[in-house]
Nanobody, 124 residues
């Protein structure tokens, strides 16, 4: 059973940092690319970042490039999203999902179940 569980969200002041975790079960990170998406209040979900299954290639949306870093620990079967210099616009529920093709990470059809996600709130 393929399952992903997000954690690590919380309340942080502008300019602060958070690290989100995406724990995988039922498969290994060699099987699929992993993408991070987010949905802010009143807005549609948008792609944030993605990491490939084999060579560690990464993708970042322009809005987070230079401030967010995606990584993975294969031994722990966990993907991370380090978020630095956080802005209020980053306030959203963050989700991680499996992707079959890294190059189509941000535009592939949505998964049947987004899961619970983890809430990130950037506010003073």
């Amino acid at each position: 059973q393929v399952q992903l569980v997000e954690s690590g969200g919380g309340l942080v002041q502008p300019g602060g940092s958070l690290r989100l975790s995406c724990a995988a079960s039922g498969f290994t990170l060699d099987d699929y690319a992993i993408g991070w998406f987010r949905q802010a209040p009143g807005k549609e979900r948008e792609g944030v970042s993605c990491i490939s299954s084999w060579n560690g290639a990464t993708y970042y949306a322009d809005s987070v490039k230079g401030r967010f870093t995606i990584s993975k620990d294969n031994a722990k079967n966990t993907v991370y999203l380090q978020m630095n210099s956080l802005k209020p616009e980053a306030t959203a529920v963050y989700y991680c999902v499996t992707r079959t093709l890294f190059k189509l990470c941000m535009i592939s059809p949505p998964p049947p179940d987004w899961g619970q996600g983890t809430q990130v709130t950037v506010s003073s």
